[in-house]
């Protein structure tokens, strides 16, 4: 090879690393552009037909996930009136898990009203004959039970537990967790606004509060 040809080559070789910073720059510009003018970006975006049903009630396949993460509220029915499981992105029979990438506030709307609990860290929707039936709702609140005891006191009075119940609780939770193992204990279900309502307490190296919502109308 030349000298010549050699300066050729050294003076191509050199806009190489150049071409490629600049392609990378390029990348990220079209990319900012992009979500500038995507609805991930908008403070208040509005739901596509794909994202949300008609009446306001999520959807539950990757753009109906994706959008009341966002928005930060998941909506469900259980009612006569709520849409097929199917035209909502689930199974027709089923249990289909979801875990948000954030918390989000829950709203399930009942035949009598509705409920609302924020920071809900993950849900389960339980379908059958196309309809949803259940909704089971992992709240994130505190993984100890001094921190389960409080929430589940706040929603005494709405929920219908009584004092007698949750005391009951603590000395089945106790006798369970000196048996050792894994420990979960159900509340009693109660009829509030229509809905059959109840919640279970789950004790391994953390304590968790699951909120289980049901059709009474289902099955």
Do not use: H
């Amino acid at each position: 090879m030349t000298l010549a040809e050699k300066r050729r080559r050294k003076a191509l070789l050199s806009w190489v690393p150049i071409t490629i910073v600049a392609l990378v720059c390029a990348g990220f510009v079209v990319g900012a552009i992009a979500m500038q003018n995507s609805w991930w970006t908008q403070d208040d975006p509005t739901a596509s037909d794909d994202q949300q049903m008609s009446d306001g009630m999520s959807r539950f396949d990757r753009a109906g996930v994706d959008f009341f993460t966002r928005q930060g509220t998941m909506r469900v029915k259980l009612r006569e009136d709520a849409a097929p499981a199917s035209a909502l992105g689930l199974d027709a029979d089923g249990r289909q898990d979801f875990a948000p990438i954030t918390p989000v506030t829950a709203v399930i709307v009942a035949p009598d009203g509705a409920f609302a609990y924020e920071l809900v860290d993950s849900f389960s929707l339980e379908t059958e004959g196309d309809r949803v039936t259940e909704v089971r709702l992992l709240l994130d609140g505190a993984k100890t039970w001094a921190g389960v005891t409080s929430q589940l006191q706040a929603m005494a009075a709405e929920w219908g537990w009584t004092t007698a119940q949750l005391d009951q609780l603590t000395q089945d939770i106790g006798d369970k967790m000196r048996a050792g193992g894994e420990t979960v204990v159900p509340l009693p279900s109660v009829t509030v606004k229509g809905a059959t309502v109840s919640a279970e307490v789950a004790v391994d190296t953390d304590v968790s509060l699951t909120l289980v919502i049901t059709d009474p109308a289902a099955g």
